[in-house]
């Protein structure tokens, strides 16, 4: 869950390549585009320029027929037909050529009889009834279109051989009736009859039509293109400098809230609990570690007033503030939900500005918890290795006269009658004798060093048996068992004599805690690496000045207890490296927290290397 502290903000860069990938993509769209109107505008000039050209050869074909039968005055002639129509403004030249490519008419006379250029190469198409066309450079390499077919004047509605022979009988006719050939041959004069009349030998007619009028508007919309291709590239450099700038700005204000957001997040996750109060005395920040200190919500104390909010201890330090003075790593203590007091270290700091104007103060809260459970930890483990020393040698020690002792009073048990006062005092001297030799050896065992046999184990197994094993003395009690050990946790190395007696040293002291009956329950659960047991009462409960001194051996609250179980106990979970603790109210029970690893130390092999 995200904090009011934290102020999220939306990444809206967009990355150069989206604009150089539009920009590349109108580019190929215009290229595309230019390409798909030069190849149009090229077969629509093809097409036009060859229709023109074919219905040009049909007129000519046509006046050619027409001049021949009508005669259409003395002077007029097959030249003066070329010339006329080639007079036209985009008509270049119109050509009759023999299957050899020798020019038999021309609009130009010096060129009748001279060889056609550039003739039909094999790519080209020879002359058919059908139009063809072809693009050919003439001089000074200007281009022309070339509109060509056989050519053959005929009447229309015969056939090919009809039209032929109908056409040279009329001419025929029109010879006998002017008495001779001259209207043919006034009409074509100075040309060969045979060769542009004669079917079997056609010859082919040329119309050649210029093409710069089209090449030019085709080089008008290359240039369009061009300019439009550029127009694009500008806009799209243009647009990739500015999304440039735009992603500086955006990047410079994304690290300015990355730097606030890391700041804000360094903060709220600090151990450390921090205020801030601004120079009204406002609470203008809070992190959660010091919300928990307080015992309120964030959203109860952002905003408040410091004296509504901060407990007055607190408060006294801010106001030496105030006067001139410093507060540094203070002591105190803040109370908890449990009834417990917190220990913690208070820092107070004034926040000066850039003006050197006064902002507010912030509290930094250190907790001390850890370290007083830790210097607590030291201190009894130094208490009892000094014990233990004492322990040993007095052990030593005092073991050797309980021998005579004992020897003595069974020696003086058999001289005096078997229901004498005297007798029953001398087995009493032994079995107090024994007594104390089992304390002896409880403490010796207490000051060696506790040899583990690891073996893999169930735990559910080991705690079922233990409590199988005090059955018998829960149920006169009146004591309920609750086992709530998981049957399918993982097996772990452990000593399963040590911990079946630390499993039975805490039952026995929780049934001992509920002479009037209550319930005892067992949970276990794994948790990351380690395994964790719950063993709980409903018993009176233990005074929070005896739990600080439980696991102290020689410490006990019952008038025939020795003080050593606990003590024990402590030490094989300490060396199987697990901890035990305690969590108890008084008249509300007590709970006993112990936590093994899963995987031992072999031997020689340090914590380091495990994790």
Known sequence: MMSD??????????????????????????????????????????????????????????????????????????????????????????????????????????????????????????????????????????????????????????????????????????????????????WIRGQSRQ?????????????GMDIAPFEHARKEDLQNSTISIVLILFLGLGGIVSLFWAQNHARSRRLLLDTRAFASELVTSLPMGIVAVDDAAKVIYVNGTAALFLRKELDQIKGKKAAQVLPPSLLTRLDQVDKGGFVSEQELKLPSHTGKSIPVTVTITKIVGTQNNFIGHVFILNDLSRIRALELEIKQKEKLAAVGILAAGVAHEVRNPLSSIKGYATYFSSLFDPQSDN??????????????????????????????????????????????????????????????????????????????????????NAIQAMPSGGTLTVNVKAMENRLQFEISDTGGGISPQDQANIFNPYFTTKKRGTGLGLAIAFKIIETHGGTITIESLKNKGTTFVISIPMKQNKPGQNKEELI
Request: glycine share 6%.
């Open 423 to 508: 007798k029953k005092a001398a087995n009493i001297m032994a079995e107090e004798v024994d007594r104390v030799n089992r304390v002896i050896s409880e403490l010796l065992e207490f000051t060696r060093p506790i040899q583990l046999e690891l073996k893999k184990t169930r735990i559910f197994e080991l705690v079922d048996k233990a409590l199988r094993l005090i059955k018998y003395e829960a149920d006169p009690a009146g004591i309920k068992i609750i086992n709530s050990v998981e049957p399918n946790l993982p097996e772990v190395e452990v000593d399963k004599d040590r911990l079946t007696q630390v499993l039975l040293n805490i039952f026995i």
């Open 195 to 207: 060769r542009l009349l004669d079917p079997e030998n056609r010859p082919a007619i040329f119309i």
């Open 5 to 186: 502290n934290k102020r999220p903000y939306p990444n809206r860069s967009i990355s150069p390549w989206v604009i150089i990938g539009i920009s590349v993509v109108l580019v190929g769209v215009v290229v595309t585009q230019a390409a798909m109107n030069y190849n149009r505008e090229k077969k629509y000039m093809g097409q036009i320029l060859s229709e023109k050209g074919a219905a040009l050869i049909r007129s000519f074909e046509a006046g050619t027929i027409t001049g021949m039968m009508g005669r259409m005055g003395s002077e007029a002639h097959l030249q003066t037909l070329l010339e006329e129509t080639a007079a036209q403004k985009d008509i270049s030249y119109i050509v009759i050529t023999d299957q050899s490519g020798i020019v038999l008419a021309h609009n130009q006379k010096n060129k009748i009889g001279a060889a056609f250029t550039p003739a039909l190469s094999k790519a080209d198409v020879q002359p058919s009834d059908r139009p063809q066309w072809r693009t050919v450079k003439g001089q000074e390499s200007k281009d022309y279109f070339e509109v060509y077919k056989t050519f053959l004047p005929t009447l229309r509605g015969h056939g090919q051989h009809g039209q032929s022979k109908g056409l040279r009988r009329h001419m025929v006719g029109r010879d006998h009736m002017d008495g001779s050939h001259e209207g043919a041959q006034v």
